[in-house]
């Protein structure tokens, strides 16, 4: 992203998010999210993602007649710079807010769930919370039964120096 300032630009025409109904920050706010410990993570950091891992991703907002989003603009499959347009999607991310906007134009999501296959026991449980005060993990094998997270190949902890949501996506691309 840092290297790619014309494709995370929104100002730019070359930009990789082209739907001005996705709220997006400006280049600068963007760069700073990513090397920032707790900072927002947004759709177009998925973009970033995926170019850098080579993968596509597949990012997901269930439908709230409520609001009148019958289909969000956050429902879209993830093609980073350079991934083949027909590559299957590796993940899933469901984004969240913790309470109901009252209209469309104030959604702005603040939680990542990973969606995964529940029969895919071998997977490692991570939670990405963009919201997280704390990088802390906890790898041990009694980690899971006490309501923490536990996988033997997480490191035992998650660094500091950059954003929290994406790091622990970026992990859990190197793993799968």
Request: glycine content about 4%.
């Amino acid at each position: 992203m840092i290297e790619n300032e014309d494709a995370y630009d929104v100002n730019s025409t070359n930009c990789v998010l082209k739907d001005d109904r996705v709220l997006t920050s400006p280049y600068k706010d963007l760069v700073t999210a990513i090397i920032s410990e707790g900072e927002y993570a947004e759709l177009i950091h998925l973009y970033a993602i995926s170019a850098a891992f080579d993968v596509c991703l597949q990012s997901y907002v269930p439908p709230s007649t409520a609001i009148g989003m019958a289909s969000s603009p956050y429902t879209v499959v993830v093609h980073g710079r350079g991934v083949r347009r027909t590559a299957a999607p590796k993940l899933t991310l469901m984004w969240t807010v913790s309470a109901l906007p009252t209209a469309l134009d104030a959604f702005r999501p603040n939680h990542i769930v990973l969606l995964v296959d529940r029969s895919a026991e071998s997977q490692p449980i991570v939670e990405l919370n963009d919201s997280d005060a704390t990088d802390d993990y906890d790898e041990s094998p009694d980690a899971a039964e006490d309501g923490g997270s536990a996988t033997s190949e997480a490191p035992a902890t998650w660094t500091g120096k950059y954003n929290t949501c994406i790091f622990k996506l970026s992990y859990l691309l190197t793993i799968n």
